[in-house]
Structure formats: C-alpha cells, structure tokens
C-alpha cells in the first residue's frame, strides 16, 4: 500500500498517526496508566490533535493533561466536550461535533460514525459512544471503530468510506470478541485489520491470533498485529 501517512499502535486503544503535511494526530491517549504503553510514549509532547471515540478513562485517558502541555486541539462528541472543558479543556482548544459530522482540517477530515456502546466522564452522561473514520487528502481511510459490538451499518461505512485501514475492538467483556471482531472486517472490507482493545487488563482475553484465524476464515481483509510502541505503517 502506497501512504504517507505513518502509524504507531500504542497499545490498548491508543493510536498516533502522522499526517503527509507532519500533523501529529492521537486517538484515545490512554497511555500513562496503560500497562501495555511502553515508556518513551507514555508523556508525548508533540501533539497537534487529539481525537476521542467516547469519554471513558481508558480511551480519554492523558488527554487533559496532554492538551494543557500541547496546546493541542481536542476533537470530540459534543456532550464529552462539555465534560472536558468544565474539568479545564480549554474553549479555544475543543471541537465539537456528533455523529454524522464531518471536521475538515488541513489535510485530513475526522467524521464521527455510530458505535454501538456507552459513554460517561467522570461519572456524568458524556453523549453516545462512536467510532472516528479519518480521511486523508489524498491518501489512505483509517477508521477506528471505538468500543463496539457488531451491528449492520458497518456495511454501510465500508461502502461509503471505503478504508484501507480498520482498529478493531477483540478483546471481549466490554467489547466484542474475536469472532464477531472477524465478521465485521467482512462486512466493512478493508485491506487490513488491526486488533485493539485486548491484553490490557485480565477480564480482557480475546486474543490477536484468534482474531486473525477468524478473519482469514470469514473476509480478505489482512489482520496486521503490532507490538505496542511499534509503527506499522510509514518509512
Ligand atoms: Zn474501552
């Protein structure tokens, strides 16, 4: 696959990716309390944005912390955003939208999709969980499907957005598991599929290799499966 853009599993459900123009992009920064996070990722200090899928600690995570050391811009859900900012986001640095919206920015747009889970911040209602498709001018689809369970407008999402790249939830419990993680990678039918949202804690215990034996059962889709801390997409 020809791309400029680069990416970096951090474990968990967090993401960085790097735009063709060098925007530095994290998706759910759960990183200094993640125990899969290795070291050297756990306090980034070159941030351009952050996105969020929905408000619970394990996806919201550093991003506090990280926005008031970055400056960064924090693209959320709008009811998430409201939480954010009443515990010190900055106005200037958040932006909001719901699902169905699109946020274009200089090369790239983030658009929110359904998801079918819960949020909350904090104890408080934070709005309705998502997913987050993020096209690149240009360049590749990735679409991160957040914390979910299989439900049939993925195949619409495919259809539409086309993604050469999903983050698939596998890892049980609070999400779904490998096998269902399968069926959705052929109904969305992306060219490759990585696996997210397992190993972290112990009642989390779909496994990477079963969600590959799956896939290749039921899809064409490629199961890639990065190391946390590792790149696997990008010189
Ligand atoms: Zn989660």
Redesign the pocket.
């Known amino acids: 696959m020809k791309t400029n853009i680069k990416a970096w599993w951090l474990g968990h ?1 967090a993401f960085r990716l790097e735009s063709p123009n060098g925007q530095v992009i994290y998706i759910d920064p759960f990183l200094s309390g993640n125990p899969k996070t290795p070291d050297e990722f756990k306090t980034p200090d070159d941030v351009d944005f952050i996105l969020l899928t929905h408000g ?1 600690e ?2 919201v995570g550093d991003t506090l912390n990280i926005a008031k050391e970055t400056g960064c811009t924090v693209v959320a859900q709008v009811e998430l955003s409201h939480l954010l900012k009443k515990n010190g986001l900055e106005e200037d640095q958040a932006v909001e939208f719901n699902k169905g919206g699109t946020i274009h920015f200089d090369d790239f747009s983030v658009t929110l999709v359904s998801a079918n889970h819960s949020s909350s911040f904090g104890g408080e209602y934070a709005g309705e969980a998502g997913g987050l498709v993020i096209s690149f001018e240009g360049d590749i689809c990735f679409y991160h499907l957040g ?1 979910t369970n299989i439900f049939t407008d993925l195949e619409i999402y495919g259809e539409m957005y086309d993604p050469h790249i999903i983050a698939v939830p596998i890892g049980d419990y ?2 779904m598991g490998p096998q269902e993680a399968a069926m959705c990678c052929e109904m969305i039918g992306a060219k490759v599929a990585v696996p997210i ?1 397992y190993g972290t804690f112990p009642v989390l215990t779909g496994t990477a290799e079963e969600f590959k034996k799956f896939t290749e059962d039921y899809s064409e889709t490629e199961v890639v499966i990065p190391e946390p801390g590792e790149q696997f997409l990008g010189g």
Do not use: F
Request: glycine fraction near 0%; hydrophobic fraction near 0%.
């Open positions: 459900s619970h394990d996806h914390d609070y999400t949202h």
